[in-house]
């Protein structure tokens, strides 16, 4: 009989790779890296709540790192655009 794994606190980097990919496969998504789900949720916050509260969730020390992490909102500059003539 083989014994019952015990949860960790966390997760280390190569069980949490496996745990999406896992939930890829069972849901029959592409799949997807931790990576692509950071920065997606990123973009995500940007786009909802701004660069700072973006910057605040993925821990980064400057705002510059958040900017090439999370992608910029072009639906909003073409708001912009569109206000402003």
């Known amino acids: ?3 019952k794994r015990v949860p960790a606190d966390k997760y280390c980097v ?11 496969i069972k849901l029959s998504l592409p799949i997807w890296s931790p990576n692509q789900l950071r920065r997606t949720a990123a973009t995500e916050i940007r786009k909802r709540f701004g660069l700072e509260a973006a910057q605040v969730v993925c ?3 400057t705002a ?10 072009l ?6 655009a569109k206000a402003v003539g």
């Open 59 to 61: 821990g980064h020390q």
């Open 14 to 24: 190569s069980s949490y790779r496996m745990a999406i990919r896992r939930g890829c």
């Open 1 to 3: 009989m083989t014994p």
């Open 75 to 80: 639906t909003l500059a073409v708001q912009v």
């Open 64 to 73: 510059d790192v958040t900017q090439v992490y999370a992608e910029r909102n």
